[in-house]
């Protein structure tokens, strides 16, 4: 991989001076991204349960830059993860038989990231809640497929403010789809 560089100063003035700071056109390197691993498992309970559990890990210490630097501000992070999806039983009819075939979300997850501040690495934890919407359509070969759309809100906060970290409090709402069809079906009758 190559860079280029340039850094220039400005004067915000009638008749504004520049002064090249930096001009490297190219020079060759690499990135060296860290690795991440990860492992999760989980359990249904008779179709209507199901518990999860995720743990990931990244070894920022093996980071390197273009230059061939490690940073000192990065250290190994992890996140582990749990969650738990009902959906109800079947049983009622009309307007609240699409409820019942609805997926129902509730996690956590606690984590460190890989910025150090303060000698200490940045916490986050939070909360997420989020509804699976079924959507059953017929697929180009024929029979009838179930597709999901996700929605979920997740709220955290990032820093620890009793070490005297800056904290942050978030709140993410994300939009998924899972799109079922049947490929490669191999038609009895064209």
């Known amino acids: ?42 359990y249904s309970i008779k179709e209507h349960w199901m518990i999860g559990f995720q743990y990931d890990q990244e070894n920022w210490t093996g980071y390197r830059d273009f230059d061939g630097n490690s940073d000192s501000s990065l250290a190994n992070s992890w996140r582990l993860g749990m969650g738990i999806e009902f959906r109800p039983p079947d ?16 996690g956590g997850f606690f984590s460190r990231s890989p910025i150090i501040s303060l000698g200490e ?6 909360i997420t809640v989020g509804i699976g919407f079924p ?23 990032r820093g620890d403010s009793s070490i005297g970290q800056m904290t942050e409090q978030y709140i993410n709402l994300k939009l998924g789809f899972a799109i079922n069809d049947m490929w490669f079906y191999k038609r009895k009758y064209d």
């Open 121 to 126: 690495q940045v916490p986050e934890y939070g």
């Open 1 to 42: 991989a190559s860079k280029r560089q340039l850094a220039v100063t400005y004067a915000y003035t009638a008749n504004p001076t520049r002064d090249t700071i930096i001009n490297s056109e190219s020079e060759n390197g690499s990135v060296k991204m860290p690795l991440k691993m990860g492992a999760g498992i989980s």
């Open 135 to 157: 959507i059953k359509h017929r697929s180009s070969s024929g029979p009838v497929v179930t597709s999901i759309i996700n929605i979920a809100a997740e709220a955290g906060q």
């Open 91 to 106: 049983g009622k009819r009309g307007f609240w038989h699409y409820f019942g075939k609805m997926k129902y979300r509730v």
